[in-house]
């Protein structure tokens, strides 16, 4: 896929001003789209939109699910304006006005959807029924297993399915269908909850879109253990046949973020049935998933492409990342397929970390468009391929940095770097220590030949390090930074697109 000549922001959802503890779909996430706009960007970047785990720190790449949708982003003023909810349930929410306490947002956020939905159900909604009825025959391949795996994971108090009773964990039909009758009148509102999320999507895609602006998504390569898509597909999954556990886990090598590596612990893929032949079941699931992906997002970058190629697999019982090996993926071949079933497939490849010729090769016979990190650029070497100087392929997005780095600030007047670091970052520059560095950067990623150029939202405010979205091997405290309400954006729109007119993006 060709990319013309563009920019755009990074922000998630949850990081957006608002009345209710994190941003949502609702009015905060339209105010954003018209900024952009005005800015004159072409794309928002958010992180996934899948549901959060309050046990592994509501990290959006940790989910138990890879098709629903988190239900912390539906808009509380939207339900108001359909009639679901009173005026009065809508005042005095207590939340941080710079930081998410999502497990006080989740309890209020879930007393409001179930009065929603008693309301749904008592008053008479029949176009908006029909639409749920219509959205649950449609999305039936997956929803009916997130719905009672959800329940499942609550009575057994733990979302390791492998450690519930077994004839619900193996899938015995008998079993399901008991559960699936006992359990009929909280399916009904997990499923209103997602008619919902995926309804007001929809609304803040076309607003979104009819203003010029193209949303990217972001999909993991890799599912939790702990999820609806592992309990109801063990079959693509590398899962002992006995006992259900994984043989080995995911995760990458030790790199610029961690001297072990990253022990992420995902199950893995069974992409082939034999040597040489592909598993038929992992396939299948992929299609429905970027089919998924495709409805969502204009745009979709893929975390860990270099997975495709080759992955990173680590014996289940090792504790670091260190032991693992490096192990064939699908490649070309999977791509070819879903191309062949699915036609165009926008998406972005994330082919960062330790990249080896046969990754870049890959990208390139897909014509997919890599990342380039300007804070991995400045260690000496003028051959160093994220200086902007060596990009030979123009068909490339480059960050200042991504959410798994540090803010510009923070990392340049951090500890992160050294002051050699600095004086390459002053000389390719040719600027003094005084001028604002994220600026500076900003704009050397705007005068780039990259087609498209992706900025944090925290670089375009100039903030510190307690601004970041994430620190790679870190499991809790991350994910919450959030902008404050107070914080006037106007001067950053202006000096955005005065440099987004300059660089014809």
């Not at 309990?231 to 999954?237: A, T, Y």
């Not at 002992?240 to 961690?258: C, E, H, I, L």
């Amino acid at each position: 896929m060709k990319l013309s000549r563009s920019s755009g922001v990074l922000a998630h959802i949850t990081s957006l001003p608002g009345a209710f503890g994190s941003g949502t779909l609702g009015a905060e996430a339209r105010h954003f789209v018209d900024w952009l706009a005005g800015g004159g960007q072409s794309y928002w970047q958010v992180l996934p939109v899948n549901p959060v785990f309050d046990h592994l720190g509501f990290s959006p790449y940790a989910s138990s699910s890879a098709f629903a949708g988190n239900e912390l982003l539906i808009s509380p003023e939207t339900l108001h304006r359909q009639g679901l909810l009173p005026a009065e349930v809508l005042a005095g929410f207590p939340a941080n006005d710079e930081s998410n306490d999502f497990a006080l947002i989740q309890n209020h956020r879930w007393s409001l959807l179930r009065q929603a939905f008693q309301t749904f159900q008592k008053a008479d909604h029949r176009a908006e029924n029909e639409a749920w009825q219509s959205f649950c025959r449609d999305n039936r391949f997956w929803l009916d297993d997130y719905c009672l795996y959800t329940l499942l994971s609550q009575h057994h108090r733990t979302h390791l399915w492998l450690e519930w009773e077994t004839n619900l964990a193996r899938r015995h039909p008998d079993a399901l269908a008991e559960w699936r009758r006992k359990l009929a009148a909280d399916i009904e509102l997990l499923k209103f909850v997602q008619f919902q999320f995926f309804s007001q999507w929809r609304e803040l895609k076309s607003y979104a879109n009819a203003r010029g602006v193209r949303i990217i998504g972001d999909i993991p390569i890799y599912v939790s253990l702990e999820s609806a898509d592992c309990w109801s597909h063990p079959e693509i999954f590398r899962l002992d046949p006995r006992t259900g556990k994984p043989d080995a886990v995911s995760g990458v090598p030790p790199d610029y973020f961690s001297s072990t590596g990253q022990r992420w612990g995902n199950p893995l893929y069974r992409w082939f049935e034999r040597p040489g032949q592909t598993n038929g079941p992992t396939l299948d699931w992929w299609q429905q998933r970027l089919r998924h992906q495709l409805m969502l997002f204009d745009l979709t970058r893929i975390d860990h492409f270099r997975g495709f190629e080759s992955y990173w697999a680590i014996p289940a019982d090792a504790p670091t990342a260190v032991t693992g090996s490096w192990q064939k993926g699908p490649g070309q071949e999977f791509f070819r397929e879903m191309k062949r079933r699915l036609g165009s497939l926008p998406l972005i490849a994330e082919d960062l970390g330790i990249i080896t010729d046969e990754v870049r090769e890959l990208c390139d016979q897909l014509e997919l468009p890599g990342m380039k990190i300007l804070q991995f650029a400045f260690d000496g070497d003028p051959r160093n391929p994220y200086l902007p100087h060596n990009f030979s392929n123009p068909n490339c997005v480059v960050y200042t940095g991504t959410h798994d780095n540090n803010t510009t600030c923070g990392w340049f007047y951090g500890d992160e770097i050294d002051d050699r670091i600095r004086k390459n970052v002053h000389d390719y520059l040719g600027c003094d220590q005084e001028q604002e560095i994220h600026w500076q950067l900003i704009r050397l990623a705007l005068a780039s030949t990259a087609a498209l150029v992706i900025t944090p939202l925290q670089d375009l405010c100039g903030l510190d390090y307690l601004c970041r979205m994430n620190t790679p091997g870190k499991c809790q405290g991350n994910w919450r930074w959030r902008l404050s309400a107070s914080r006037s954006l106007d001067d950053v729109q202006r000096r955005l697109l005065q440099l987004t007119r300059l660089f014809n993006r």
